[in-house]
């Protein structure tokens, strides 16, 4: 595929082309992410972010590419400088765990409905005792509605690494709730 047909699938945003771009490419975003941040950060939402803005304003980054070199190099430069901004600018956070901050296997795995019902209950009652709705909402549309990322973070008017912020945030606020509500009921 030439450097024309990629940049035109990505305008155009062809799924098949842009999972190609991605697949290609991801050895150089893996390296510039490795090369820029001096601790661990989530390399599917770097990769993201860096999707995003080479399609901001339709596509502007993408159409300023003018042929003076192969795209590839163009991009490695591209990247590094997209990568060390948001570095700079503390938009990407340190990912000091190397656990998932959610499990969903087996979410849906009981015995039966009853207790199916009983655990939305349990969880919609934690919800109710949250002070913070822009948790209760982060939670719902992202880890229980299973939504995109992205589309929450734009609805939002956030980037997608501040809506992993909240997200980790309104768990451990999540697990405040429930401890606190057992320790009421167990004693």
């Not at 901001?56 to 159409?63: F, G, I, M, V, W």
Request: charged letters at 30%.
């Amino acid at each position: 595929m030439t450097d024309k047909e990629i940049i035109d699938g990505l305008i155009r945003r062809d799924n098949r082309i842009t999972d190609y771009f991605l697949n290609k490419y991801r050895p150089l975003f893996k390296s510039a992410i490795a090369l820029i941040f001096d601790y661990h950060v989530d390399e599917d939402e770097c990769i993201n972010e860096l999707y995003l803005y080479l399609m901001k304003n339709d596509a502007e980054k993408l159409k300023s590419f003018q042929n003076r070199s192969t795209f590839g190099y163009w991009l490695k430069k591209v990247v590094i400088r997209f990568f060390k901004d948001i570095k700079d600018a503390g938009k990407v956070i340190d990912d000091k765990s190397e656990e998932p901050l959610f499990d969903k296997t087996g979410i849906a795995d009981y015995n039966n409905a009853v207790s199916a019902i009983d655990a939305r209950e349990d969880l919609e009652h934690l919800f109710l005792l949250m002070n913070n709705e822009r948790y209760v909402a982060v939670l719902r549309t992202l880890v229980i509605e299973d939504k995109d990322p992205e589309q929450i973070a734009a609805v939002m008017g956030i980037t997608v690494a501040n809506l992993y912020n909240i997200k980790k945030r309104a768990l451990a606020s999540l697990v405040k709730v429930a401890i606190k509500y057992m320790n009421k009921y167990e004693n």
